[in-house]
């Protein structure tokens, strides 16, 4: 079935350091959307991307959707300790476009 | 942005009970929600798509007689875990699906329930 690949699993940056997230797809995805879970928390909408080649920033945060939209990348410039948590990327179910399809997520430690 | 609440945010309970869960949209109708289910550091489990006014949609090998759900009007939803067991102790997490206008729909997610069965 559809599935969505997230790697790495984790990571520990010190802070100031950037960090990437990256999400692939062996099909052609509708759209992309990043979430964002704080520890102990609940995932939160962050954006959405549909555009083949579409790049959205929030701030420190650049958003990138692949131009096959078989792949997406989140990056942060600066990290700061605010940033941690763990980050998912999801696509709409292509048989079924309310559900998402969720990668296993890249969980982010800063180190102050 | 949509809200959604989800009562109780964390239960405690003997094995053999059941365990009711709500998810509410306070903001907005929600002809859709999802259940979700989240075991320490891994990623969302779907349990079952709640449809208001129909029969829940379960995913497989996901009990649909122990995790009961209701979806009785536009703005609630609830599951059941019925007979609970240590095993059924986890993070249960609702969403409600909203239409961004663009065919695409993103998910808003309620606070979770912790639910630890002894």
């Known amino acids: 079935g559809q599935q969505v690949m997230q790697i790495p699993q984790y990571q520990h940056v010190q802070e100031g350091e950037d960090f990437t997230t990256y999400c692939n797809s062996s099909?052609?995805?509708?759209?992309i959307q990043w979430y964002k879970q704080r520890p102990g928390g609940h995932p939160v909408f962050l954006i959405q991307?549909?555009?083949s080649g579409e790049v959205k920033k929030q701030k420190r945060l650049t958003f990138q959707f692949g131009e096959a939209k078989k792949n997406s990348s989140l990056h942060i410039t600066a990290t700061q300790t605010t940033d941690v948590g763990t980050y998912f990327c999801?696509?709409?179910?292509?048989?079924?476009?309310?559900?998402?399809?969720w990668g296993l997520g890249t969980s982010l430690a800063v180190n102050p | 942005g949509a809200v959604v609440s989800q009562h109780p945010s964390r239960v405690i309970c003997k094995s053999g009970t059941s365990v009711k869960i709500e998810c509410r949209s306070l903001?907005?109708?929600?002809?859709?929600m999802f259940w979700y289910r989240q075991f320490p550091k891994q990623s969302l489990m779907l349990m079952a798509t709640s449809n208001e006014g129909s029969k829940a949609t379960y995913e497989q090998g996901v009990e649909k007689d122990k995790f009961l759900i209701n979806h009785a009007s536009l703005t609630l939803s609830t599951l059941t875990v019925t007979s609970a067991h240590p095993e059924d102790s986890s993070f249960y997490i609702c969403?409600?699906?909203?239409?961004?206008?663009?065919?695409?729909?993103?998910?808003?997610f309620g606070p979770g329930t912790r639910l630890l069965v002894l």
């Open positions: 099909t052609t995805l509708s759209n």
């Open positions: 991307l549909v555009k």
């Open positions: 969403s409600a699906s909203v239409g961004t206008g663009t065919g695409i729909e993103t998910q808003y």
């Open positions: 903001d907005f109708q929600a002809t859709t």
């Open positions: 999801a696509a709409n179910n292509a048989g079924n476009n309310r559900k998402l399809i």
